[in-house]
């Protein structure tokens, strides 16, 4: 059967990457690094050239590729959170020494993004009354992280 995974684009600090994510994650690792054998043009014999890793049940890879591709907001993690404190320590984790986006969003250091949402939010977003879920929109369209005790009020006229 086929396997799936995600690969992301470094430059060549891949493993470092691959080390914190694992390390914010139950249940998560480095699972393989691949080191490149000779004769590739931006890796050095013996330097990583692919880490593959999972975030508890996903799986990802992060090939060492060089300068001439860069992580942007094309390509994002969502990590939808149970709690309103767990979205908050995730929040706070990804965006020290990175930056707080609209929405939700956080660039981590290695310049990846993330949005960071309590399922609460999506639960407003799926509301059977459009106007709820267009006011939990409103309302988190005023925000950078996401409160999903402010959303429920705006949404719900509480």
Known sequence: MAKI?????????????????????????????????GG?????EGEDLVVHFRL???????????????????VSIVLECETQEEADRYYT??????????????????GLSW???PAEVNRLYLHPDRAVARRAVEAMLTMTRLDSV????????E
């Not at 590739?40 to 050095?44: C, I, P, Q, S």
């Not at 001439?68 to 094309?74: G, H, I, K, R, V």
């Not at 984790?93 to 290695?110: A, H, I, N, T």
């Open 56 to 74: 508890q049940d996903q799986e990802f890879q992060i090939i060492n590729g060089g300068p001439m591709f860069t992580l942007d907001e094309a």
């Open 93 to 110: 984790e990804l965006s020290r020494e990175g930056s707080e986006q609209p929405c939700g969003w956080v660039r981590d250091k290695f």
């Open 5 to 37: 995974s995600t690969c992301l684009w470094f430059g060549s600090n891949g493993r470092e990457a691959a080390e914190y994510y694992a390390s914010l994650f139950d249940d998560s690792e480095i699972t393989q690094v691949m080191v490149d054998p």
């Open 115 to 117: 949005q960071i949402v």
């Open 150 to 157: 402010a959303m429920r009020r705006a949404a719900l006229g």
């Open 40 to 44: 590739n043009l931006h890796t050095t």
